[in-house]
């Protein structure tokens, strides 16, 4: 009835998503303060570099292929990127350059062409969306040559790279380079963050881009989520020091429930 | 009516998912919904490519009637869609020669052709990115030098390298990796949190 | 805006010159071999032990997930592996679950290879290929638990209960041994859904995902066999020079340039800030 060796970790998280609540309800009380993210804080200047240069920005989640949103790993990451999308679009509807959004994931093209629309009605100018823009280019190498493409012709002033990515990953940042384009990237498949990190103006590793709906929203409610993600990693790196302890110990014990 | 639809209707889809995927972390008898759950994700997610076929279609002839800047592109583009369409039902299905020679000697080639352009761009982002500028990048670029070349069968030979080498891979390497991950799924369960209470509403 | 010019011509001709030498270096090699010896890394080791250790009449799940990106890699090392697990009296399955082309590539450029090397035993009764599952670690998942309520048919579309080889296996827990040839996605997979049974696990990774899968080892994967130099270490070992070996003269020289390059353009680098500012 009761997977074992899964119990634990079902408490844990139980208790986590407990925790990660009473923060969201608390915020709204007292207002949480993130640190910085300066990729985040670099959106409007990218969009209004693009904006004076005349030149459009490039939005592309990555590689994938079907299924993707229901991806372990790919999707949550695919959800972050149009978190920052909505707010890019804005930006961009109010400023005023065109955003060509580069999808590589058949089941993300919707969610991508609803959030660019939804973006522009609310700035009052749906006349100035170009459902053109937003270009499904098939997945893995076709979308890699293809991103490319776009990337040299239309000479964007700012690409932004946030989701799973793959091997085409630094493929994208080096012609971006190439075109003078500003670069902010951000994943959390741990493979590409060293290419991203290289080459990019600005970056963010792992979690910065599951908070950054908070982190751009500025809702207290999402900002005390990410206050409940501390905790989650505070009470994380206890468990760990105490299974190191128990291992160098020999308290088989502790190790035994752990595997419960 | 419509606030019910477009708000509602999805927010409880999406929040029945979450739970019966979590209930089936725990418990058996969820497995046989859970299943159920992933293989229709499977099939949205395949009519999700149809669709995205039918509008790339629309883009390209979109692009070839007002002769768009490249729109000869767009004809081999759609060229190539409609071959590999037409081998792969051509009988045994994907088994046909065509469909094997297409998919050898183009798309395999040209995943190949992809990752082989990355030694030139690791290399160029090596050469710039590696620079002693501070400490801590004298650090890095020790470091980076050690394990790129272990890679190099030769570098077995030049005593402690390899040794070396895999202590950079076996501890900070693995100490600060497992960091992230743990970090990513901490902000991937409050992500699934927002989502669950409507906090998060990828839909709108 | 001079300044930025001068930088970037600058930028532009190191490239050329980096890229230029790294192609040279590339071709050499492959025209005229330079036989640079290949020693052999513990792990390789452990990977080529634990194999030959495998009792005769083993079973052994052989996953296949290598796409057309990961080929130069991976290619020459699920060969070897092959190569090497048909000569042993074991019973191999091979899977293709995660990757949608590693049935077609294993099928267009491991099996002419393995038919050539004549190593091939007798379909059915030793080895079985089983198809494509789509779903990735929700296939992966199912097909472990149960086998027949996943595959009915081989690669070949026979039955698979017609195969004297599939004769009491039904799940991952009837196997002694799975290997994987795959990137990252599939490996995390497999350590979601196929290390828990118990059953040993080892694989091959690319050598960039070489520190996301260290963590791992030695508990859930047993060994692990480092990229393009471990498949030609594993190749070295088994007595069949392959690929691998052949690309081990490139990995030499090339990472030897790029290491100079780097070494090189922080000489210059510090050339420039200190000897010549004070200049």
């Known amino acids: 009835m009761i997977r074992s060796g899964n119990v634990l970790d079902f408490v844990v998280m139980i208790g986590l998503m407990i925790a990660i609540y009473l923060m969201m309800s608390r915020a709204e009380k007292k207002m949480p303060k993130l640190r910085r993210i300066p990729a985040l804080d670099a959106l409007e200047e990218a969009v209004g570099r693009a904006a004076e240069t005349g030149r459009p920005i490039l939005f592309t989640q990555g590689s994938g292929g079907t299924g993707t949103l229901s991806h372990p790993e790919e999707g949550p990451q695919i959800m972050s990127g149009l978190n920052v999308l909505s707010h890019l679009a804005a930006l961009a509807a109010n400023l005023g350059p065109r955003i060509i959004c580069c999808v590589g994931q058949s089941d993300s093209l919707i969610p991508t062409t609803e959030i660019v629309r939804e973006a522009y009605i609310a700035q009052g100018m749906p006349e100035a969306f170009r459902e053109d823009d937003i270009r499904f280019l098939g997945s893995g190498n076709a979308y890699a040559f293809a991103a490319v493409d776009i990337i040299r012709t239309e000479e964007v002033a700012a690409a932004f790279f946030i989701g799973p990515f793959y091997n085409e990953s630094l493929t994208f940042v080096f012609h971006s380079d190439d075109v003078g384009a500003m670069k902010i990237g951000g994943t959390a498949f741990t493979h590409q963050m060293p290419f991203f990190a290289a080459v990019c103006d600005y970056f963010m590793i792992g979690e910065e881009i599951y908070a950054a709906g908070a982190y751009l929203s500025g809702e207290a409610e999402e900002l005390g989520s990410v206050v409940g993600e501390d905790f989650a990693k505070g009470f994380s790196i206890i468990l760990i020091i105490l299974a190191v302890a128990a291992a160098s110990f020999g308290l088989s014990g502790f190790l035994n429930f752990m595997r419960i | 009516m419509t606030s019910i639809i477009r708000d509602q209707i999805p927010w409880f889809i999406a929040g029945a998912s979450i739970i019966i995927m979590f209930g089936d972390y725990i418990l058996d008898p969820m497995a046989v919904i859970a299943t159920a759950l992933r293989n229709w994700a499977v099939i949205v997610a395949a009519f999700a490519m149809g669709l995205a076929m039918v509008s790339m279609t629309i883009f390209h002839f979109r692009a070839i009637s007002q002769r768009q800047s490249g729109w000869y592109y767009s004809i081999c583009t759609l060229a190539g869609m409609l071959a590999m369409i037409i081998v792969a039902f051509m009988p045994p299905m994907t088994g046909s020669a065509q469909f094997n020679w297409l998919y050898k000697w183009v798309n395999t080639v040209s995943g190949q052709t992809t990752y082989a352009a990355l030694a030139f761009w690791i290399s160029a982002a090596a050469y710039r990115t590696l620079r002693v500028r501070s400490f801590e990048a004298t650090l890095m670029v020790v470091a980076a030098m050690i394990c790129m070349f272990a890679n190099a069968p030769l570098s077995a030979l030049l005593g402690p390298w390899k040794p070396a080498a895999s202590w950079f891979l076996a501890v900070p390497s693995t100490g600060a990796y497992r960091g992230i991950v743990i970090t990513s799924a901490c902000g991937m369960i409050a992500l699934g949190l927002r989502v669950l209470l409507g906090r998060l509403r990828p839909w709108e | ?145 149960d086998i027949r309520a996943t595959i009915t048919v081989d690669h070949y579309g026979t039955p698979i209960d017609q195969l004297e080889v599939m004769e009491g296996i039904n799940s991952v827990n009837d196997f002694d041994l799975v290997i994987l040839f795959g990137h990252t996605t599939p490996f995390f997979a497999y350590i979601r859904q196929i290390v828990p049974s118990g059953v040993p696990f080892i694989t091959q990774g690319l050598t960039m995902d070489l520190p996301l899968m260290m963590p791992y080892y030695p508990i859930q994967a047993k060994a692990i066999m480092k990229g393009l130099n471990g498949a030609a270490e594993y190749e070295s070992l088994i007595g069949w020079p392959g690929l691998a070996i052949s690309a081990s003269d490139v990995l030499n020289t090339t990472h030897s340039w790029v290491f100079i390059a780097v070494i090189g353009g922080n000489i210059f680098y510090l050339y420039n800030t200190y000897v010549r500012r004070e200049e």
């Open chain 3, 1 to 145: 805006m001079g300044v930025a010019k001068e930088q970037k011509r600058r930028g532009n001709r190191d490239k050329i010159v980096l890229w230029g030498v790294l192609i040279i270096l590339t071709i050499i090699p492959i025209i005229r071999p330079l036989g640079l010896p290949i020693p052999i890394d513990p792990m390789t080791q452990e990977f080529y032990n634990i194999i030959e250790d495998l009792p005769p009449g083993g079973k052994v799940w052989l996953g296949n997930a290598v796409g057309s990106g990961i080929i130069a890699e991976q290619l020459p090392g699920i060969l070897g592996c092959a190569t090497r697990l048909f000569e042993k009296d074991l019973k191999i399955v091979i899977f293709n679950i995660i990757d949608i082309e590693a049935e077609t590539i294993f099928a267009q450029r491991s099996m002419p290879e393995l038919e050539n090397r004549g190593v091939l035993k007798e379909y059915g009764k030793d080895w079985a290929w089983l198809p494509y599952v789509p779903g990735v670690e929700t296939a992966l998942a199912a097909v472990a638990a």
